[in-house]
């Protein structure tokens, strides 16, 4: 495996890491919650548990990857990883 894609998997393995802390403070946020703000909770905690299932699948596919795709796929998972941080901070912001 190419130093590049090591360092890369790495770096979204230790965020993933953290958005999965994230999400368990968001959902001991949610039984706190009443039932209607429990709701909301929850479909926004499946939505990001589902993002961060494809972010693992795309890791798995980066690590497999021949050297010829790696770059395309790279470039690729950078446009979902923007997409689920900017998700996940909209989620942080109206639950503080």
Known sequence: MSEKRDAYVEKYKAQIDEWNAELKKLEAQAKKAGAEAQARYHEEVEELNKRLSE???TLKKIQ????AAL???????ESMWTAFEEA???AR???K
């Open 88 to 90: 996940f901070r909209k």
């Open 93 to 95: 912001s109206r639950y």
């Open 55 to 57: 972010g693992r699948e």
């Open 71 to 77: 770059h395309d796929m790279m470039e690729g998972a």
């Open 64 to 67: 497999s990857a021949n050297e």
